[in-house]
């Protein structure tokens, strides 16, 4: 079993004030279709982008990348399909109130410009970078796109605030946590972990760092090999037994690698 880090990096904006409109996504059999292209003379394959909305406070907001809407009307969990964009080294992106028509009409809550590959699957997700209740961070990752045969992925993000740094646990079938090596010790908000383990049935635990209870308990997954998932990690809105609560989705261009 192996676990990496990665620390988020991003740019700092300030808040606008929030409307809602109907949520809009670009369609993923579209984006796989383009991004299946080869590179010919004079054409450059694609990006594949989604966007997650991973922030604690922010309001509904639209996701803009290189003027193109990707995600509108999103909430706190939200993550959309892949869609495409042109590769660029230094592509723009704006998060913008709900009510927004284009990536400048209005103020926006952040804007960066991020590095999107060629025919690569990026993240782009919105959290709290802690320093104001008006500031937001966006970031972008490159996402794995399947599992060695057998194996099973997976990236946690922490955005949890309330909650602080997060061990996580994937305890085998059989197994007691008392008996589990986390797959990630002490992650703090802010920042991501992932690991790949061999393919089984497991159950996804979380708790406050150094603690064993209080705790998120999923419930029991079965793994089949060569699937890649993101688990975007938040605070509990209600209560604080369980601390935290997850949003889980499939990174795999495949869908059907994943089962849960």
């Keep these: 079993m192996r676990t990496t880090w990665k620390p988020w990096m991003g740019k700092v904006g300030r808040l606008a004030p ?10 993923l059999a579209l984006a796989l279709g383009i991004a299946g292209c080869e590179n010919v003379a004079g054409y450059s394959q694609p990006s594949l982008v989604r966007v997650i909305d991973a922030s604690y406070i922010a309001p509904a907001v639209n996701f803009w990348v290189e003027g193109v809407l990707l995600g509108a009307n999103l909430g706190e969990g939200t993550i959309s399909n892949y869609g495409t964009v042109p590769a660029a080294n230094s592509a723009s992106v704006a998060v913008t109130a709900a009510t927004a028509t ?6 926006a ?16 997700f919105l959290t709290d970078n802690g320093a104001a209740p008006t500031s937001y961070t966006v970031t972008v990752l490159e996402d794995n796109i399947s599992s060695a045969v057998g ?10 605030p ?19 090596i986390p797959v990630a010790t002490a992650l703090p908000v802010g920042s991501t972990a992932e690991t790949t383990f061999t393919s089984q049935s497991v159950i996804m635990v979380i708790t406050p760092t ?7 308990t999923s419930t029991a997954l079965g793994l089949t090999g060569g699937e890649v998932y993101t688990v975007v990690i938040i605070d509990s809105q209600l209560t604080s037994n369980p601390p935290v609560n997850v949003v889980l989705v499939c990174d795999n261009t495949d869908n059907t690698k994943c089962t849960l």
Excluded: C, E, W
Excluded at 211 to 216: G, M
């Design 151 to 160: 194996h099973s992925t997976f990236r946690f993000l922490n955005q949890a």
């Design 210 to 216: 150094g603690l064993v209870t209080p705790k998120y």
């Design 109 to 124: 809550l952040v804007t960066s410009n991020v590095t999107l590959k060629a025919g690569m699957q990026h993240s782009i």
């Design 18 to 27: 929030p409307h809602l409109v109907i949520a809009s996504v670009v369609s």
């Design 162 to 180: 309330r909650t602080g740094a997060v061990d996580v646990y994937m305890v085998p079938a059989g197994t007691t946590l008392a008996n589990t």
């Design 102 to 107: 284009s990536p400048t009409s209005g103020n």
